[in-house]
């Protein structure tokens, strides 16, 4: 079993929709990072969380911490939101210090 | 503010050559970090440089290796190419890192590599 598992793996909407993308981790952790990665491989920082809750524009992020999950929430969604979302956490077990541990991502297609 | 750059972008290499990657961080970032992006595995950790040393590594052979110059910009070298080694690397960096912190982590375009 992966450490980081997302869900779904793929994902279509229509533009417009509410769409959730989840991610669910087994490992003690001190951070947890939102990725998107359009084709052609760049990727962006969307969110760092270590706790609760964050927003910026469209984009929600949540944490729970004791629950060992997060997800991912995109409002009003549009074509340019398609791509690649990754889940990645920063473990704090001895030894782990600078890596991150990905999920497999959850590709988005939004269509017009 | 420039971001973390990458170069080449693409590079393609035959069996049994090395490869060498490179990564500029932002300005005033320590830390580099490679990761390995092969068709259908994800995202894998390969290397954490910071202030010039090598802070930890994942579970790749030690064919794969680097460095940390002065400037904090860093090489991925590869060698004895493999055709599994095709992938996009990418980089990323990140604010130094204390001890029991953690510092977000800003990425490269990535390098993508073919092995032939």
Known sequence: KNEVEQSPQNLTAQEGEFITINCSYSVGISALHWL??????GIVSLFMLSSGKKKHGRLIATINIQEKHS?????????RDSAVYI???????????GNLIFGKGTKLSVKP | EAGVTQSPTHLI????????????PISGHTSVYWYQQALGLGLQFLLWYDEGEERNRGNFPPRFSGRQFPNYSSEL???????????????????????????????GPGTRLTVL
């Not at chain 2, 290499?13 to 060498?20: D, F, I, N, V, Y």
């Not at chain 2, 493999?82 to 977000?104: G, I, K, M, T």
């Open chain 1, 36 to 41: 998107q990665q359009h084709p052609g491989g």
């Open chain 1, 71 to 79: 997800s991912l929430h995109i409002t009003a969604s549009h074509p």
């Open chain 1, 87 to 97: 889940c990645a956490v920063r473990p704090n077990y001895g030894g782990s210090q």
């Open chain 2, 13 to 24: 290499k035959t069996r049994g050559q090395q490869a060498t990657l490179r990564c500029s």
């Open chain 2, 77 to 107: 070298n590869v060698n004895a190419l493999e055709l599994e080694d095709s992938a996009l690397y990418l980089c990323a960096s990140s604010p130094l890192v204390r001890q029991y912190s953690y510092n977000e982590q800003f990425f």
